[in-house]
């Protein structure tokens, strides 16, 4: 077939479908054109939207817990791979907007996640209520050495979250990140999240049993009259293990993609 003739085929197939279409624009009842508009501008203005709300959500992941639990040292493995030793205490908060050190090598497009380092003096309700109105996920972590002479005011630190509104009203996932498991004396996850559940029971019980007047607590805290266990909690919650020294934070890295998705 030569060109000439092609292209005169592909005219009259075109002219074909125009009329074809003309015809059917003068058939159909102006109304039934005007709703096929109306659905297009809809959708159009939905995918828009979709894409804002989108853009919009959270990135931001808070890195909490007790002074010496390993915070800043797991903040920089997940930005630089490495434990940047010997880094001088800082009263203001560490964050940053990155992709993680383990995400550098991968190809494409990687959303960035937004990590806070929370000072563990801001474990005063006030100050963390700063951070949490923005948080898609809160990171807990406990020194899993020195895990039994701080387990008390571990446990106060945590009630404080868990029953925050921020927390509790937008379901925020929470991960107990029991860190230092390099050391063979550490505690396991299991011994830990047990501790940890009966200081929250009593914390629990002498909380609920102060006057009205002087509950500080937004929320009530898992099953009234059940012994309190993490899986009370209407919110995600997991518990895992890390090594801020040796750059063993996978289980981190894990909590982190899993809400801020690449
Ligand atoms: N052995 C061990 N020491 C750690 C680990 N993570 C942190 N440390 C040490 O614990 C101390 C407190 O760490 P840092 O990151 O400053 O804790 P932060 O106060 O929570 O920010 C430092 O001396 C760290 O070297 C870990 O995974 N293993
Ligand atoms: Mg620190």
New binding site residues.
């Given amino acids: 077939m030569n060109f000439e003739k092609m292209e005169k085929e592909v005219k009259i197939q075109v002219q074909k479908w125009v009329g074809e279409a003309q015809e059917l624009i003068q058939k159909t009842p102006q109304t039934q054109i005007y709703a096929a508009f109306a659905v297009v501008i809809f959708t159009v203005l939905l995918l828009i939207f979709i894409k804002l709300f989108k853009r919009a959500s959270s990135n931001t992941i808070l890195?909490t817990?007790?002074?010496?639990?390993?915070?800043?040292?797991?903040?920089?493995q997940l930005r630089d791979g490495s434990?940047h030793?010997g880094?001088v205490?800082s009263m203001e908060p560490n964050e940053g907007t990155f992709v993680l050190h383990a995400e550098m090598n991968k190809k494409g497009k990687i959303k960035p996640v937004h990590i806070i380092?929370v000072?563990?003096h801001y474990r005063l309700r006030t100050k963390l209520d700063e951070f949490l109105p923005q948080a898609a996920g809160v990171v807990f972590?406990i020194?899993a050495?020195e895990f039994l002479p701080n387990c008390r005011a571990a446990s106060e630190y945590l009630y404080e979250i868990l029953t925050g509104a921020n927390v509790v009203k937008k379901k925020i996932p929470l991960l107990i990140l029991c860190?230092?498991?390099?050391?063979v004396t550490a505690h396991t996850k299991e011994f830990i999240r047990k501790q940890l559940e009966k200081e929250i029971d009593k914390l629990r019980a002498s909380r609920t049993a102060v006057s009205e007047a002087d509950v500080t607590n937004e929320f009530t805290l898992g099953t009234p009259g059940a012994a309190f266990t993490f899986s009370q909690c209407h919110n995600k919650l997991v518990i895992g293990e890390?090594?801020?020294?040796?750059g063993?934070i996978d289980q981190l890295e894990d909590f982190v993609r899993n809400i801020v998705k690449p």
Avoid at 179 to 183: A, I, L, R, S
Avoid at 242 to 246: D, H, K, P, R, V
Wanted: aromatic share 2%; charged share 20%.
């Fill in positions: 890195l817990g007790l002074s010496g639990s390993g915070k800043t040292i797991l903040f920089h434990s030793l880094t205490t380092d000072p563990g972590v020194d050495v860190n230092k498991v390099d050391k890390s090594s801020g020294l040796t063993e």
